[in-house]
Every structure is written in C-alpha cells, then in structure tokens.
C-alpha cells in the first residue's frame, strides 16, 4: 500500500512535467505580441519600453530558456505574475472557490439522482419507469449541453426570474443552482446507466439468493447485498466525474458569468496572458491526478478482492 | 385455521406456532405435487416449459433425504421453488410446500423472510458466488442473527464468531473479518454451513454441497454436515448427482428424471433393489474396485428438451425396456412398503 502510493505520486512527476511543458508550447505558439497585448491595441510601445518589458518577463529569451525559468519558479511555489502584474497565485486563490463550489453542487445532483434513477431503473427493467428514464437520458444526451444551459438561462433566468442570470452576487447556493443543474444533465445519463446496468446483474448473482434464503428482508437484501456491491463501478465513475468537474468547466463558467478557475483560462486565453493559463492549467492536472488516485485508492477499500500493490 | 388453541402450551411457545396450520407431528418438509414452470412468453427459448413435474417427498427430523438425478433433471428447482427463489420466469404452477404443515407457498413475503434462514435454510453449491465478496464472512453470518433476533452488532458477530468455530475454521475470530476470496473451496463451503445451521433450522437443504470440492474435502464436509446434523436432529435434504456420497449419507433417495420422481426408496432398498431402469443405470455407471480397464455403462443419449417433452414415459427414448405400453405415462407402482417407481417394467427390473 505505501509503496503503492508512492510509485503513484513519483509517477505523477513526469505527467505533470510533459503537460506543463506542452500547454507552455501551446501558449508560446500563440499568433499575436504578448507586449503589443499587455499595452493595448490603441497604444505605441517604444522600442526601449518593449525591450524592458520583454527582458522582465523573459520573452527574448530561447523558448526552453523560459520554461525553465517558468519550472524553477513553479517548483518554489511561485506561479509568476500575470500580464496585469498581479500574481498568478492571487489569481488562484480569487477563483477556486467558485470553481470548488460549482463542481461539489453538479457532484452530489448527479449521484443523487444518477444512482436512484438507476436503481429505480433496474427494479423496474422493462417497464415503464425503466423505458422512461432511459428515453429520457437519450434526449438530454442528444442537446449540446451549452444549448441546455442557453435555454435554461433564458427560461429560469430572464423570463421566470427565479433565478439569477448570471454572476455570483446572489451568492452560494442561488447562484450556481442552475450552472449545477446544467452541468449535472451530463453526468446523470451516464450514471444512471452504469447503476442500472451493474445492478441487473447484480440482481441475478448468487449471493443475493443466499441473502434471500438467510430470511433478510427484501430492503436489507437490495441496499446491503445488491446496492452495496452494484456501486463500485459508479464509485469509479463518480471519482473520474468529480476530477473532470474541478478541472474543465470552462464552458458553463462562461455562460453564467462565474468567476471560477475555467472562467480565468478562458479570459486568459484570450489576452495572451500566458502565465496565467500555464499555472491555472497546471493545477488542474494536479487536482485531476490526484482525484484520480483517490479513487483508485477508494476502489481497494470498496472491494476488498482488489490488492493494491 | 389458527394454530394455537389445540396445542399444548409447549407448543403453543414455539416459534412456528404463530404461523398458520403448525403442526409439530407434521413432517419437517413435505413437498406435495409440486409443479414449476417458466412464464409463457412466446418467442423466449425455454418459455412455457414445465421443469418439475408433480414432484412429491417428505422428511424426517434427523434423517437425511437424498435428491439424485442428473444436470437439469428438475432436483434444484425443487428445492428452490421450496426456499422461494426460484429463477426470474420460473414460477410454482401447482402442489404444496408445506413445513410442519406451514404451506410456505401461501405465505407472504414477510412472514416467509421469518421462516428462511431461522427454520429453514440453504447451502448451495458454489460458495464463492453464494457469497457475497465485498463483505467479511463474519457479518455474512451475522446477519442471519441480526435479521432473527434482537441482537446488537457486537452480539451478533460474536455468535457468527461461535459458529465459524463450530464448523472447525482455525482461529475463528480473526477469520471472521476476512472476505470469501481469502478462503480456500472447503473452508468457504464450511462457512456456507455455518450460515445455514446457525440458528439450527429444522429444516437444511444442501445443494450439490460438495460438487467444486476435491474429494478428501468432500468427506470432510459431508463429515460436518453429519455432525451436525445428528447435534440437532436437523431435517437434511442432500441434492447430489454424486451416487457415491449418497450411499454414504442418506436414508432415503429420490431419484428424479426429466422433471419427475423416477424412483423413491429407503437407500438400502435402492442400492439393492433397484427397480426403475434410469435408477439402474445410474448405479451401473459408478466406477468400482474391479472395473478398472473396462468401459464404464455410461447411460446414452440425453434428458429429454423440457421445451418438448416426449409422450408418455419421458425415460422411454433411452430405454432398453421401453415398449407398446411406455406410450402412456407411467404411474407410481408400489414397489414395497416405502418404495415405489414410476416404470410400468419395475418388477422386470427390480427381479433381475
């Protein structure tokens, strides 16, 4: 197990290295003059303030020069300064907190509703309830979620006004109900099926018929033998999900104007501000390693035939 | 027809009292004409089919009943139509079920889940499937005292501790927490039996109990099983395909063919006197000291498609004897007291 967790976090390093390394390509291939950027399209750089900026933040020097200095500086914590001269940190920490708390919200609906919907489903394989949730899933699937997200903004938002539009001053949790809701109308699909389709077979297995035959009630033998067993793929789905939410939900911070962590990126992205989208792209890898290795650290506690080593 | 008022007040205190038609003369499992079918539903293979047939037997406290027969002869259906499990699709179409005169099959689920595992219980076949793997042993056994009883966690897991000790497990208390992966066939087996036996139902039927076992394994825990079963005077229904085990173990046998009771005898008369053909067979194809070098009279052909049962005597298209009259299906003869065989040829087999 220690050993285990060891090689896991040493075999982080070189992923970490190789992503940080191409989003820093990606950024420094970027068309456009970072200084020109940093300046504003209306105004005239001298050639002397040009050469002063470029020598401050590096830019003269050969690419791998940088990104050198840029991991040297990472390795002591420090994500640089952005272009409007404010730490990449600063950054961070402004914007985490929205993203945290966006992605938990979408987390726990998605569970919620993922995993009832598929045991609902799967007591009731082939009937009603069971076709619905199925057509259902296929329908929310087959929209683009951001045309989802459109449509919710503009219908729960601007013509109901039961909630806020966009923006974060109603505060948690008003104001990200809805970005939750959107968010989480992708992951229930997915979800449900899985729980579905592990607890038919779950159903048949013969230990549910031995749960049965020692006399435990029809309850006990559905949540403690048949549930219990049936959630550990979902377990492993779920962990992945909550990964992807903390690192990629760019899209929706947009549409609803929430100042999180994909919201950043983007702006970033299309300032030139390179900084920021290395670090901020950065920690997201971190924080999508990590989970993962929470999960699959999860998964030897939730199914004991699994040795972890 | 209650239960209570013609008893005397011992019987009145026990725990099967509460349930309708209680009747402690009764035999602790009578299987009365029962019929199993799989739902009708056209077009799905195996649908419509009748697997067990007007299937009869009784116990006794103490005795062991023994069900033979062969790969989808109808013996575990029987048995799981008995406990109540039966495979989705399959259903009881007919007959009784009836446990010191309780008819199960009139129960609801509720007062069948208080009757399961407390007055009658399973071991089946596979433990490693019939267990569950992601909980320790320990809790598996447990819950058949929790879901019984009063008992708190602790209590329970300290009696499912006492049983895994009285199924001979080695150091028991720190098995308890270990999962069914982490046991080998024969000491998973011996867990099985503890959850069966813990609350020394009247009634244990065990389910091809030795089948993935090696054979010094298997004697140990038919040597268990007897143990305990003598400790309590348990009923033991013994399903096998395995005539030699049979031998050893059981007072009476049913020999099953195609969905029906081929033969019926206390085991002495039916290892001496056999008297239906299928029966005969069977015995023949046992290897003994002194067949070594020659072939064995392995029976031929193939149990009939329960899809597509053949007219008349279901045996008849593998039998030597089968002639004009196993057109029609034959009845029970009553070979001698206690013994009886479903062949209309039973004295030319039984006077060879």
Not at chain 2, 87 to 100: C, D, N
């Amino acid at each position: 197990m220690g050993s285990y967790l060891l090689r896991r976090v040493l075999l982080m390093v070189p992923v970490l290295l190789g992503t940080t390394f191409v989003i820093y390509a990606a950024v420094y291939a970027l068309p456009g003059d970072p200084v020109q950027a940093l300046a504003g399209p209306d105004h005239m750089v001298t050639p002397a303030a040009a050469a002063a900026i470029k020598a401050h933040y590096h830019l003269g020097d050969p690419f791998l020069v940088q990104y050198w200095h840029y991991l040297v500086g990472l390795l002591h914590g420090d994500f640089g300064i952005d272009l409007n001269n404010t730490p990449v940190s600063a950054v961070i920490e402004a914007s985490w907190p929205v993203t945290v708390k966006l992605a938990l919200m979408t987390w726990v609906i998605e569970a919620v509703v993922g995993v009832a919907l598929g045991f609902l489903a799967a007591l009731r394989a082939g009937r009603a309830t069971d076709i619905a949730v199925l057509g259902g899933s296929s329908l929310i699937l087959g929209v683009p979620y951001f045309i989802t997200a459109y449509v919710a903004q503009v219908f729960l938002g601007v013509k109901l006004g039961w909630f806020p539009v966009s923006g974060t001053d109603d505060g948690w949790p008003l104001s990200y109900l809805v970005p939750a809701l959107c968010l989480a109308l992708l992951g229930v699909p997915e979800i449900s099926r899985l729980t579905r389709a592990s607890i038919l077979e779950n159903l048949g297995a013969d230990f549910v018929d031995t749960a049965t035959a020692k006399g435990l009630s029809r309850a006990r033998v559905l949540v403690r033998h048949v549930l219990r067993t049936s959630l550990i793929p979902v377990v492993s789905m779920l962990g992945t999900n909550l990964g992807y939410l903390l690192s990629g939900t760019i899209l929706i911070e947009g549409i609803f104007n929430l100042p999180g962590l994909g919201y950043q990126v983007f702006q970033s992205v299309q300032q030139h501000d390179g900084p920021t989208v290395v670090g901020i792209s950065t920690l997201l890898v971190l924080v999508f390693l990590l989970v993962n290795l929470v999960v699959d650290l999860l998964y030897g506690v939730l199914d004991p035939r699994i040795r972890l080593d | 027809m209650t239960a209570t008022t013609d008893k005397t007040p011992a019987d009145a205190g026990h725990p099967l009292a509460r349930f309708p038609g209680y009747d402690p003369a009764a035999p602790p499992l009578e299987v009365t004409d029962l019929r199993v079918a799989f739902a009708d539903r056209p077009g799905r293979p195996g649908s419509g089919s009748v697997v067990v047939d007007g299937v009869s037997y009784r116990t006794e406290a103490g005795r062991t009943l023994a069900v033979v027969g062969e790969s989808g002869c109808g013996k575990s259906l029987t048995a799981r139509a008995v406990m109540g499990i039966l495979p989705a699709g399959a259903q009881v179409t007919g007959g009784s079920v009836r446990l010191h005169g309780i008819d199960l099959l009139g129960l609801d689920r509720r007062a069948l889940a208080r009757i399961r595992g407390r007055h009658i219980s399973m071991v089946f076949q596979d433990a490693l499937s019939a267990l569950n793997p992601v909980l320790p042993v320990g809790f598996q056994i447990a819950e058949v005292f929790r879901a019984h009883g009063d008992l708190t966690r602790r209590q329970a897991e300290r009696q499912a501790v006492r049983m895994l000790d009285r199924v001979r497990i080695p150091e028991a208390a720190r098995r308890a927490g270990h999962y069914p992966h982490q046991f080998s066939g024969g000491m998973r087996q011996r867990v099985m039996i503890a959850m069966a036996l813990a609350l020394n139902p009247e009634v244990v039927i065990a389910d091809e109990p030795t089948t993935a076992l090696d054979v010094t394994v298997q004697a140990q825990i038919m040597e268990l099983l007897a143990d305990l079963q003598a400790e309590h005077s348990v009923s033991l229904v013994l399903i096998s395909h395995d005539m030699g085990i049979v031998a050893n173990a059981a007072d009476r046998v049913v020999v099953m063919y195609a969905g029906r009771v081929a033969e019926q005898a206390p085991a002495e008369d039916l290892y001496g006197r056999p008297a239906h053909p299928y029966t005969r067979a069977l015995l023949d194809a046992i290897p003994r000291r002194g067949s070594r070098g020659r072939p064995l009279n392995v029976l031929q052909g193939a149990p009939p498609d329960p899809a597509d049962p053949p007219q008349g005597c279901s045996f008849g298209p593998r039998c030597a004897l089968a002639g004009e009259n196993c057109r029609t299906a034959p009845p029970l003869h009553a070979v001698a007291p206690h013994h009886a065989s479903a062949c209309h040829h039973w004295k030319e087999v039984a006077g060879r």
